[in-house]
């Protein structure tokens, strides 16, 4: 009985194990996408699938007893890789790579190599298997965007040299167009200050229109730069906490002597305590200025300028408002585009590039902030300039 | 009395200046270009030196480099004069320890006063 059931187990185990062998060899032969194939402990080849006869070209009758080196590239060859892999594979028992194989007709394709050492329960060599893989395409489209990442680094490190050829051009052309008007400015103001003598009113009258218009081509030059960088988005600010109520009251005072010209009725309203804003005080100072300024220009004889200074809970206003010529409704939103001149009765008087606005706007938004207008025709405007608060030190 | 070296190429920049400076009581040695300046200061040194960068022949920052291969001398001041308002010759000339700059387009006989006086000044607190 135990004898019998023996039997029967030893019979079915023999069943088992020539199934699997079938369903395996089944397996490996119809696979298609795959070449999966063995060699001998010398490296010539024992079976063939269809996947191998699909991807290299060899019948099973035209390959089976040839060397696998075959399938290498003469470089390969030369540089004796077969060999070496199957070394490489007997010490570590299993190998992995990607490089180029030979098909029967000569082409090549990039084939991904899995190369298993087989040993017998005693541990002997006897065999290897290797399933190799087609990926011929998905290197074609690794290469084609290699190619592709390394074309838009040059295009970029084009674009960046001719990025900073572009600025230093602005650079250049600045000193270059300003570089006469200095001269004319600085003669100019020798004469003006006396350096060759008395003048008479006339000739000081001339001189000083003199002065005037040529400064005006500087301040045109100024602006273009300023405006040039900021398009360029090459405007980086240099950030300090600063106090806006010391900073409003430094350039109202500076233009104190302008207003008195003008005569202006000029009044400051400032918090008893120090407002602290993070800002690029040298940039945010000529914000302050053009709009102080630009108030003032266009506010006639004997009217008024409120500079106003106040806080929110998360943000500081800067208010200037003047009793000036006022802006039309329609008119209010061609204010801050680039050359932009509102006609009034002012305007032929008042100089100016019509930039001053865009570039205020421009650097007040790098701050994170905004200007804002109010304004009635003939009664005047009031220009709100908004930043955040900084911390209190 | 203070002297003072303004190294600028322009002349219709240079004798304005020379004026104004002198007039004022200032010692003013000019020089055309970074040569000249280099001749200049290797015969003596100068409280205040007004340096021009863009000129031919040997521009501000080479002539900073060459005049002043070791350090900057404490008792010296130096101001780039220029009309550039960036790129890289004026960050070259800061960085390589130029004390200050100005434009010299925003420059009148007064303001260019009061930037000599105020740089002399700094000059007296270091020294």
Same mark, same amino acid.
């Given at each position: 009985?135990?004898?019998?059931?023996?039997?029967?187990?030893?019979?079915?185990?023999?069943?088992?194990?020539?199934?699997?062998?079938?369903?395996?060899?089944?397996?490996?032969?119809?696979?298609?996408?795959?070449?999966?194939?063995?060699?001998?402990?010398?490296?010539?080849?024992?079976?063939?699938?269809?996947?191998?006869?699909?991807?290299?070209?060899?019948?099973?009758?035209?390959?089976?007893?040839?060397?696998?080196?075959?399938?290498?590239?003469?470089?390969?060859?030369?540089?004796?890789?077969?060999?070496?892999?199957?070394?490489?594979?007997?010490?570590?028992?299993?190998?992995?790579?990607?490089?180029?194989?030979?098909?029967?007709?000569?082409?090549?394709?990039?084939?991904?190599?899995?190369?298993?050492?087989?040993?017998?329960?005693?541990?002997?060599?006897?065999?290897?298997?290797?399933?190799?893989?087609?990926?011929?395409?998905?290197?074609?489209?690794?290469?084609?965007?290699?190619?592709?990442?390394?074309?838009?680094?040059?295009?970029?490190?084009?674009?960046?040299?001719?990025?900073?050829?572009?600025?230093?051009?602005? &650079?250049? *052309? =600045?000193?270059?167009?300003?570089?006469?008007? +200095? %001269? !004319?400015?600085?003669?100019?103001?020798? @004469?003006?200050?006396?350096?060759?003598?008395?003048?008479?009113?006339?000739?000081?009258?001339?001189?000083?229109?003199?002065?005037?218009?040529?400064?005006?081509?500087?301040?045109?030059?100024?602006?273009?730069?300023?405006?040039?960088?900021?398009?360029?988005?090459?405007?980086?600010?240099?950030?300090?906490?600063?106090?806006?109520?010391?900073?409003?009251?430094?350039?109202?005072?500076?233009?104190?002597?302008?207003?008195?010209?003008?005569?202006?009725?000029?009044?400051?309203?400032?918090?008893?305590?120090?407002?602290?804003?993070?800002?690029?005080?040298?940039?945010?100072?000529?914000?302050?200025?053009?709009?102080?300024?630009?108030?003032?220009?266009?506010?006639?004889?004997?009217?008024?300028?409120?500079?106003?200074?106040?806080? &929110?809970? *998360? =943000?500081?206003?800067?208010?200037?408002?003047? +009793? %000036? !010529?006022?802006?039309?409704?329609?008119? @209010?939103?061609?204010?801050?585009?680039?050359?932009?001149?509102?006609?009034?009765?002012?305007?032929?008087?008042?100089?100016?590039?019509?930039?001053?606005?865009?570039?205020?706007?421009?650097?007040?938004?790098?701050?994170?902030?905004?200007?804002?207008?109010?304004?009635?025709?003939?009664?005047?405007?009031?220009?709100?300039?908004?930043?955040?608060?900084?911390?209190?030190? | 009395?203070?002297?003072?070296?303004?190294?600028?190429?322009?002349?219709?920049?240079?004798?304005?200046?020379?004026?104004?400076?002198?007039?004022?009581?200032?010692?003013?040695?000019?020089?055309?270009?970074?040569?000249?300046?280099?001749?200049?200061?290797?015969?003596?040194?100068?409280?205040?030196?007004?340096?021009?960068?863009?000129?031919?022949?040997?521009?501000?920052?080479?002539?900073?480099?060459?005049?002043?291969?070791?350090?900057?001398?404490?008792?010296?001041?130096?101001?780039?004069?220029?009309?550039?308002?960036?790129?890289?010759?004026?960050?070259?000339?800061?960085?390589?320890?130029?004390?200050?700059?100005?434009?010299?387009?925003?420059?009148?006989?007064?303001?260019?006063?009061?930037?000599?006086?105020?740089?002399?000044?700094?000059?007296?607190?270091?020294?």
């Amino acid at each position: 009985m135990a004898d019998n059931r023996h039997d029967a187990l030893l019979k079915k185990a023999n069943w088992d194990s020539l199934r699997q062998i079938d369903l395996y060899k089944l397996l490996v032969n119809k696979i298609q996408d795959y070449a999966i194939f063995l060699l001998d402990s010398e490296g010539y080849i024992s079976t063939w699938n269809l996947g191998a006869q699909k991807l290299k070209g060899y019948k099973p009758d035209e390959i089976i007893g040839k060397h696998f080196s075959v399938f290498y590239t003469p470089e390969d060859l030369a540089r004796k890789k077969p060999q070496k892999e199957l070394e490489d594979c007997k010490v570590r028992g299993h190998i992995e790579d990607e490089y180029w194989r030979v098909k029967k007709d000569g082409s090549r394709f990039w084939a991904n190599v899995i190369i298993t050492a087989l040993r017998d329960k005693s541990g002997r060599l006897i065999g290897y298997a290797k399933v190799t893989r087609d990926l011929t395409e998905r290197k074609r489209q690794e290469d084609q965007l290699r190619a592709m990442n390394k074309m838009l680094q040059r295009q970029s490190a084009a674009l960046e040299a001719l990025n900073t050829s572009k600025d230093e051009f602005i &650079s250049l *052309a =600045s000193h270059q167009l300003r570089t006469p008007a +200095t %001269g !004319v400015k600085q003669f100019l103001g020798l @004469v003006l200050d006396g350096y060759a003598g008395e003048l008479t009113d006339e000739q000081r009258r001339y001189l000083e229109r003199a002065y005037v218009s040529n400064d005006r081509q500087i301040d045109l030059v100024n602006d273009l730069l300023r405006v040039a960088q900021v398009d360029a988005g090459k405007v980086t600010l240099d950030k300090k906490t600063a106090d806006l109520t010391e900073l409003v009251k430094d350039v109202v005072e500076e233009q104190r002597d302008t207003f008195k010209k003008r005569r202006q009725h000029v009044t400051v309203s400032l918090p008893g305590e120090p407002l602290p804003a993070s800002i690029d005080v040298a940039r945010f100072r000529m914000v302050i200025e053009n709009l102080v300024n630009n108030a003032s220009k266009y506010t006639p004889e004997d009217g008024s300028i409120r500079v106003t200074l106040s806080d &929110s809970e *998360a =943000s500081i206003a800067i208010s200037i408002r003047d +009793t %000036g !010529v006022g802006i039309a409704p329609d008119s @209010v939103s061609k204010l801050f585009q680039k050359f932009s001149r509102i006609p009034n009765h002012l305007s032929d008087t008042v100089g100016g590039s019509g930039l001053g606005l865009y570039w205020a706007q421009k650097i007040t938004e790098l701050h994170g902030g905004s200007i804002d207008i109010r304004s009635v025709l003939d009664k005047g405007s009031e220009f709100i300039i908004t930043v955040p608060k900084g911390k209190k030190s | 009395m203070r002297k003072i070296l303004l190294v600028e190429d322009e002349a219709d920049i240079r004798d304005p200046f020379t004026i104004v400076l002198r007039s004022n009581g200032y010692s003013v040695d000019v020089a055309v270009d970074g040569k000249d300046a280099l001749n200049y200061c290797s015969e003596k040194s100068y409280d205040l030196i007004l340096l021009d960068l863009m000129m031919p022949d040997l521009d501000g920052v080479g002539f900073l480099k060459e005049a002043f291969a070791e350090d900057i001398p404490s008792g010296t001041r130096i101001v780039l004069l220029t009309n550039l308002s960036s790129g890289t010759l004026l960050h070259q000339g800061l960085d390589f320890g130029a004390h200050n700059h100005e434009i010299k387009s925003n420059l009148t006989p007064a303001s260019l006063l009061k930037l000599v006086e105020s740089e002399l000044e700094k000059l007296e607190v270091t020294a």
